[in-house]
């Protein structure tokens, strides 16, 4: 009987090798306050100086999302207090933002669905405030570290939902590489507003602004959990006194939400035009840039040019990482579906815990090697799964000395082969005699036969080979 009614904000950081406005640093993790510099640290006089690459950036993600980027875009000023943002205001987009009126597509339980984003504009990230005991301390390293807004329509109808475009968002924002996007590192970081109305109803009710969630899970238990107080409110008839526009936060041990503050509206933050900065006219080549290739595309080719199929594409689209590995391996002039087995199932399987396909012990050159292997009949596919484990612990190990040191190289060497045929074949005159007169089927018998005498060693291709011209 009730509607969700949900719109996304998420803060991208950009990963770039300096700031929006200065050519202070960006790396993370670093001593506090190493990465600033007049201009982040609003000292009098300094200017800021846009970065071309943030820039660039920003368009690439509206190309991606079939947005309009606009040629002119500006930048004002958001005037608040915070100890963590020393000009006392954060140089962002308001009414004409580098990119508007984007789209993306979600899928859940097998429906399509087209979300509308309204919205994706630059801005500086502020700094970090550190609370400690009988301390607050200040970390400018963040402040001018470029972000990209992205405003969603409030288009999702369950937290499903917004998982989903959440997930996507994130892919493509990973393979057009434009952000790290790592969620514990709050490079990428996410604010729901929710809000329900009944079934049928067109206008928007009041929404709540859940802050900063960093993880898909908390996402998800933050909208379940503020539908269910808003709906409870709404039935006990305490809906006008309960759900009033605000920040909330969501509590990540009990897994409900709070009210952390009334929720500002924009007037509230004097807007104008920074004075420090020309509106950004984009040049041509700008809107020319041809960006890389996305998921979805991928995917496709993946499934049309290669032939691999759909379930198996979306493990290898599942992260760029993964997608590059695959690449890297296919770079080789390997069998792509050879290589889908060897990475999706048995190098996948090996990799746990700690080790992920980016820092796995076995690069995409390594694991080709082996493959190659594999298909030149060095060694047989049951040999390479040793051989994968072994090198997967001893990465100082080629594979090719993996082979050795476990003595798994296929017996190819014609002579030694035909030697033990001859064998099996006088031992076995009846059934040759029989085989000849037209039971085909003892075919299988004399490969078996020639193979447990060859204790596995021998590869089964040359068997067949040679024991098809003895046989006449
Ligand atoms: P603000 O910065 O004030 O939060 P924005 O325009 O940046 O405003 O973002 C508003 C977000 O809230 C958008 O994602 C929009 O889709 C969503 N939204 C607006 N009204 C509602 C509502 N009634 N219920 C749920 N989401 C809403
Ligand atoms: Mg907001
Ligand atoms: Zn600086």
């Known amino acids: 009987m009730f509607e969700v009614v949900i719109g996304l904000e998420v803060h991208a950081q950009l990963n770039t090798k300096t700031k929006i406005f200065c050519s202070c640093a960006t790396s993370f993790g670093e001593e506090p306050n190493i990465n600033v510099c007049p ?29 309009t980027i606009n040629k002119k875009s500006v930048f004002n000023r958001k005037n608040y207090f915070y100890p963590d943002l020393p000009k006392a205001y954060q140089i962002s987009q308001f009414d004409i933002p580098i990119v508007e009126n984007g789209e993306l597509f979600i899928n859940v339980n097998g429906e399509n669905k087209r979300i509308g984003i309204t919205r994706a504009h630059l801005e500086e990230d502020a700094g970090k405030n550190i609370h400690e005991s009988n301390f607050s301390k200040v970390d400018l390293n963040r402040a001018g570290t470029p972000l990209l807004e992205i405003v969603s329509e409030p288009e999702l109808r369950s937290s499903d939902e917004a998982v989903a475009y959440l997930k996507k968002l994130h892919s493509i924002i990973r393979f057009l590489d434009i952000s790290d996007a790592n969620m514990q590192e709050g490079s990428f970081r996410c604010d729901a507003n929710v809000s329900i109305r009944p079934k049928g109803d067109t206008k928007l009710y009041t929404r709540v602004e859940i802050k900063n969630l960093n993880s898909f899970r908390f996402i998800q238990k933050a909208i379940d959990y503020e539908v269910k107080r808003q709906s409870e409110a709404w039935e006990d008839g305490t809906y006008e006194k309960e759900v009033v526009q605000e920040t909330r936060l969501f509590d990540t041990s009990s897994l409900t939400t709070r009210s952390m503050r009334g929720k500002e509206e924009a007037a509230e933050y004097r807007y104008f035009p920074d004075p420090d900065l020309l509106p950004v006219l984009l040049k041509d080549e700008f809107l020319e840039l041809k960006i890389p290739e996305l998921p979805d595309e991928k995917k496709k080719r993946y499934m049309q040019e290669l032939g691999i199929k759909e379930s198996d594409a979306e493990v290898l689209i599942s992260s760029l990482e993964m997608s590059r590995f695959f690449e890297n391996l296919i770079a080789q002039n390997l069998n792509a579906k050879l290589c889908v087995n060897w990475l999706n199932t048995e190098l996948m399987g090996l990799l746990k815990g700690e080790l992920t396909i980016e820092n796995s012990p076995v690069d995409a050159q390594k694991l080709g090697n082996l493959i190659k292997r594999i298909e030149e009949g060095v060694i047989s596919a049951k040999a390479g799964k040793e051989v994968l484990a072994y090198v997967f612990e001893n990465t100082e190990i080629s594979i090719d000395e993996a082979i050795d040191k476990l003595g798994l190289k296929q017996v190819s060497d014609d002579s030694a082969i035909e030697v033990v045929i001859e064998k099996i074949l006088n031992e076995n005159a009846d059934k040759v005699t029989e085989y000849k ?31 098809k011209s003895k046989l006449g």
């Open 437 to 467: 007169s037209g039971k085909d089927k003892l075919f299988g018998f004399f490969v078996g036969q020639v193979m447990k005498e060859g204790k596995g060693a021998f590869n089964p291709a040359k068997v067949n080979e040679i024991l």
């Open 39 to 67: 201009t982040c640290l609003a000292l009098p006089g300094a200017l800021p100086v846009l970065n071309e690459e943030a820039v660039k950036k920003a368009i690439f993600f509206g190309k991606a999302v079939n947005a």
